[in-house]
């Protein structure tokens, strides 16, 4: 048996971090084959775990992509909830958003790569999208809790998500990683613009 | 062989109209079984139809339910590219809303079942929303035909998409049909007085 086997038996029976392992090397055999060509045997294979470790920790293959979107959900909420009591419905939206962009911020390069992935595949867009929308209904729900009437909430959510879209295709396309909150304003901003009578 | 196995042997044969009898039958399937609980099978043989008369018109159970989308998507686009010359980014993405409202309009309380039929079902959820996000990206390219920058362009189709969303929300929850244009109007106002400084 050499070393590497050796190694993989050990992190079969512990896996320590299945799953960064596994998202790791699903990012890695997407960009190499497509997210299509690949297949859930080969991520656990290349992850040194099985496939039934693999169906343990993710639903399907596309679920691989997405493990931070339950963080991401309670960063928002939280940032939403823990504004201050004077703010508006639409400021204490961007405080969700600006707690949300902290996640992001340290993973540029990772970011603009995994967008890149998920525009090449409608599966994962899919996906993408259903994820979005829960992070919208997580959203209202807290703007709720703050008082905020429900059609208001829903509207102020979907314009969050607006900012949030746009801020987040400007940021990806440019260099800076620090850049994502400011972005996110400025995109509030010119969507006050375009909305101006 | 009775009269209704008659009827169904001359449908099979020329299928008129066989994607609005496939349509029919899966939303009423949908509705009185549910939409997990009912197969492709079910549906082409209520519409008095084949299975692969079925695929021939739809790729999958989901897509039965989405028939309007291309046509809405036309009318979103034509509404866009017609509108004044004079007319702001925003003018032109609400010209192309009013002119899909028009669809909706006889469709009241067709447009309120399928949404809470929708509402039903994550696999119909992740179909709808990449329906609309096609429909987004639709708008965004007209709105760059009419010389719109591509970053204006995009949150302006996206701003446009939340003032559809919840427009429609509100449009399906109350009793006047004829309201859709104008619940969008007021929720673009409201856009506006949630998003003033």
């Given at each position: 048996m050499s070393?590497?086997?050796?190694?993989?038996?050990?992190?079969?029976r512990w896996e320590p971090d299945a799953v960064g392992r596994l998202q790791q090397a699903a990012f890695e055999l997407f960009s190499?084959?497509?997210?299509?060509?690949?297949?859930?045997?080969?991520?656990a294979a290349r992850a040194g775990l099985t496939k039934r470790t693999?169906?343990?920790?993710?639903?399907?293959?596309?679920?691989?992509?997405?493990?931070g979107s339950e963080?991401?959900?309670?960063?928002?909420?939280?940032?939403?909830?823990e504004a201050p009591e004077s703010a508006t419905p639409m400021q204490a939206?961007?405080?969700?958003?600006?707690?949300?962009?902290?996640?992001?911020?340290e993973r540029h390069g990772f970011a603009a790569q995994r967008a890149e992935l998920i525009a090449s595949s409608p599966e994962l867009q899919?996906?993408?999208?259903?994820?979005?929308?829960?992070?919208?209904?997580?959203?209202?729900?807290?703007l709720v809790q703050r008082g905020v009437p429900?059609?208001?909430?829903?509207?102020?959510?979907?314009?969050a998500q607006t900012v949030f879209q746009v801020g987040f295709n400007r940021w990806i396309a440019q260099d800076d990683p620090a850049a994502f909150s400011l972005l996110m304003s400025e995109a509030l901003e010119d969507l006050r613009e375009v909305t101006a009578l």
């Open positions: 070393l590497g086997d050796m190694t993989n038996l050990v992190r079969m190499e084959l497509g997210y299509e060509d690949t297949t859930v045997a080969e991520i693999f169906f343990r920790h993710f639903s399907d293959k596309r679920e691989v992509l997405f493990g963080q991401l959900t309670e960063l928002l909420v939280t940032g939403i909830l939206a961007s405080a969700g958003l600006d707690a949300c962009s902290q996640m992001f911020t899919e996906r993408e999208l259903i994820k979005l929308a829960s992070m919208k209904a997580a959203a209202t729900s807290a429900e059609t208001t909430a829903e509207l102020v959510a979907e314009t």
